[in-house]
């Protein structure tokens, strides 16, 4: 590849990058900002009852787990010190290609999420556009899209909720929200400022 194609590309490289990283961030915001909702579901007794079935007695079998013995090598046995070396490095391999591939699996997603939805909203809002203009209006909804995404888990995140159903303060919960907000928002500014001082093409933008 020339020179003049890759110092073109690095300005979406880095746009993408953004935007995947953002997309990880606004995921776990939306996370956060439905535990409230989900975590007095999934501790009570109707959802206990559906994971566990109970015996006939009426009582809820427990599994004691087996007490697991595990030989250490000796010092000498040095083809064993070798393969447990090698499975640590493999798994830490597996570790770092999964925190690589996250931020382009979540970029893609979120790409689909909000550019297929701008896609199809569009067509309903104008009509008898110019495929121009069709382009310019669906990259603003696609934005808009981004900007529904980021502020409806912090609506979420500050809504009042019952207070004992969770073990966090309403604070907590609040602020915790608020920084994921304020991280996805700066990277989704830093990503749209790239994209326009680069003149990138918005279909290519995650």
């Known amino acids: 590849m020339s020179e ?7 300005p979406l490289v880095v746009a993408n990058g953004m935007g995947g990283i953002a997309y990880a961030s606004l995921l776990f915001q939306w996370i956060w900002s439905l535990i409230p909702i989900f975590y007095p579901f999934a501790t009570s007794e109707e959802f206990s009852s559906c994971i566990l079935s109970p015996t006939k007695d009426g009582s809820t079998p427990v599994d004691i787990p087996q007490t697991l013995s595990i030989q250490i090598p000796s010092g000498g046995d040095i083809i064993s010190v070798i393969f447990m070396i090698m499975i640590s490095l493999l798994s830490l391999a597996i570790i770092v290609y999964i925190i690589i591939k996250i931020p382009k699996t979540t970029g893609k997603i979120g790409q689909t999420i909000t550019r297929g939805s701008a896609e199809s909203i569009t067509p309903i809002i104008v009509k008898n556009r110019n495929v121009k203009q069709k382009t310019k209006i669906i990259e603003r909804v696609t934005w808009g899209v981004k900007v529904i995404l980021l502020i409806a888990p912090l609506a979420i995140s500050f809504a009042p909720y019952n207070q004992g159903d969770i073990p966090l303060t309403r604070a907590q919960v609040a602020i915790t929200g608020a920084m994921f907000f ?9 990503q749209f400022v790239i994209a326009k001082l680069a003149k990138l093409e918005a279909k290519d933008i995650w």
Do not use: D, P, R, W
């Not at 003049?4 to 690095?10: H, L, T, W």
């Open 182 to 190: 304020i991280i996805s928002s700066l990277l989704f500014i830093m």
């Open 4 to 10: 003049g194609k890759q110092s073109a590309k690095f």
